[in-house]
Nanobody
């Protein structure tokens, strides 16, 4: 499985962005998916997670009420709608996925089965 994130860019504080992550390959094996972010010199952190059906979601406290995770399994695509962006949200955002029957639990920061290339989000005036 390959994961490719896109949708990042430069946005002013208070603005919005929508990230997408397209999965390709053996997508039938994908279970939970999540978004992570990382800034240089800091550990990666879990942002949001979603179950295979989309019925269960998790959002880190620092994004609650601002970010919404969703997925379209028919399109093999994961989304992150980011509203009310703050400068501290600036980071490279990555998508991750676990396989059915696997041991990884989102938002654990290691142990995911698939990790995609990131997309840069910069929030600045």
């Amino acid at each position: 499985v390959q994961l490719q994130a896109s949708g990042g860019g430069l946005v002013q504080p208070g603005g919005s962005l929508r990230l997408s992550c397209v999965a390709s390959g053996s997508t039938y094996s994908i279970d939970t998916m999540g978004w992570y972010r990382q800034v240089p010199g800091k550990e990666r952190e879990g942002v949001s997670c979603i179950s295979s059906s989309g019925g269960n979601t998790y959002n880190a406290d620092f994004v609650k009420g601002r970010f919404t995770i969703s997925r379209d399994n028919a399109k093999n695509t994961l989304y992150l709608q980011m509203n009310s962006l703050k400068p501290e949200d600036s980071a490279v955002y990555y998508c991750a996925a676990g396989i059915l029957g696997g041991t990884w639990t989102c938002p654990e920061i290691y142990g995911m089965d698939y990790w995609g290339k990131g997309t840069q989000v910069t929030v600045s005036s």
